[in-house]
């Protein structure tokens, strides 16, 4: 047990109890639950501490206890991964409605019933309910996993086997019952040259609170780094990176994303420790230059309106001063708005209607590996593995395919 006082006036818990618990988990590994704060006596904060305990040994349950119902023990689960802080807020939600299916489906259900068969039932039948699309990266795929992972958590104390197996869309459902994955849609060549040309020019002629979204999407079509690193970037992320053989380009230091649902900067990019950078692919000198423009640009603006850019945010909001002066950034839903009015303009279409902020991302990782960039290299600089990069980002330009179809037809 570790209960401190807190001292320095400089804290905004000056004068509080720091509560401190690690207990262990059932499988002996000291646990670090998140540090709460507590006003009053010390004798208020030693309750606060054995409530920590007491509502971590009541989730940690979920581990031994084969007489819980399923939806019990996934919802103590879900608990204890949250307050351990191993998920974000939005990891958290999506796991919530996967306990209400459960709730729905396997309400009374107990984990000494759950068997492989119990659960195919019942994916099938949720499926089927709810008449959901069955194939990789959809809502019911989705579900499949965090059972897996969740039952992988009970192996080996309750079941011998996970009950979820490895390749359980296969396993449960018909090839003929399946959808294959949708083609993500890749820019060509001349229609990223076409944004890029009306971005540009709106960016060098517009007011500065008009085209705040612009400016983001101009990065993306640029970096393809994520709508969260986007908004995230300030002006000191933009430096030189001097290469070994004498030559220097201008890049983005990526280290920060932004939580669009807790309203908030993560101090981290995804899946990455704080304090970890990386660095984007270089700017063209057009891109450069139209950056500038646009900093001096918002740089007047504040003056003139008094008002300041206190983290020197690139896509601080201009629209609402409140919002300016909280130093808040712009929406991707203002990005993704803007992106898709550019494409209508200039008749730039997907047929299954979807362009998004990463549909520049997956443009620009297919234009790397269509230029033969070093695969180690550009997954670095787009923030993924080798393994990732290639099968999830990679994707057959059009304008290979049809030079490839129409070099066939004219051999």
């Not at 984990?111 to 709810?130: G, P, S, T, Y």
């Not at 969260?228 to 300030?234: D, I, M, N, P, T």
């Not at 669009?260 to 900067?265: G, I, M, N, T, V």
């Not at 008749?347 to 443009?363: A, F, M, P, Q």
Request: glycine letters at 4%; a positive charge; aromatic letters at 10%.
């Amino acid at each position: 047990m570790a209960i401190t006082k807190i001292k320095s006036k400089n804290s905004k818990h000056f004068n509080e109890w720091r509560v401190r618990a690690q207990p262990r988990d059932p499988a002996g590994n000291t646990v670090s639950l998140p540090i709460a704060y507590c006003k009053g006596t010390k004798n208020d904060a030693k309750k606060l501490y054995q409530q920590m305990m007491v509502d971590f040994e009541r989730e940690s349950t979920y581990y031994t206890d084969k007489k819980l119902k399923l939806v019990d023990s996934y919802s103590s689960y879900l608990q204890s991964e949250y307050r351990a802080g191993r998920w974000e807020k939005r990891t958290y939600l999506d796991h919530e409605y996967t306990l209400r299916v459960l709730k729905q489906y396997l309400p009374n259900t107990k984990l000494e019933k759950i068997n492989e068969n119990v659960m195919r039932l019942f994916i099938r039948k949720f499926a089927k309910d709810h008449n959901l699309t069955v194939g990789y990266d959809t809502v019911l795929s989705k579900r499949i996993q965090h059972l897996r992972t969740f039952f992988m958590q009970l192996t080996g104390s309750i079941f011998k086997h996970n009950p979820v197996p490895k390749h359980a869309l296969d396993d449960w459902f018909r090839k003929g019952e399946m959808t294959p994955k949708k083609e993500i849609f890749i820019l060509n060549n001349e229609q990223v040259k076409l944004l890029k040309g009306k971005v540009i020019d709106r960016i060098k002629n517009d007011s500065p609170d008009k085209i705040v979204s612009l400016v983001g999407i101009l990065i993306c079509l640029t970096i393809g780094c994520r709508p969260s690193e986007v908004q995230a970037l300030s002006w000191d992320d933009l430096i030189i990176e001097h290469t070994n053989n004498g030559n220097k380009f201008h890049i983005f230091n990526l280290h920060d994303s932004y939580n669009e649902l807790e309203s908030k900067f993560n101090g981290h990019l995804k899946s990455r420790m704080a304090g970890e950078t990386r660095k984007s692919f270089a700017l063209s000198d057009d891109v450069l230059e139209t950056l500038q423009i646009f900093h001096q640009k918002q740089t007047d603006y504040l003056k003139n309106n008094g008002l300041k850019n206190k983290d020197n945010r690139i896509l601080l909001s201009l629209r609402d001063f409140r919002r300016t002066d909280n130093g808040k950034v712009i929406s991707q839903k203002s990005m993704n708005e803007a992106l898709k009015r550019l494409c209508r303009k200039l008749e730039i279409k997907n047929e299954d209607g979807v362009i998004s902020l990463y549909t520049c991302r997956h443009t620009v990782a297919t234009k790397a590996s269509e230029l033969g960039i070093n695969p180690a290299i550009a997954a670095n600089r787009l923030g993924n593995s080798i393994e990732v990069y290639l099968k999830k980002y990679v994707h057959q330009p059009q304008d290979i395919i049809y030079d490839s179809l129409k070099t066939w037809i004219e051999q």
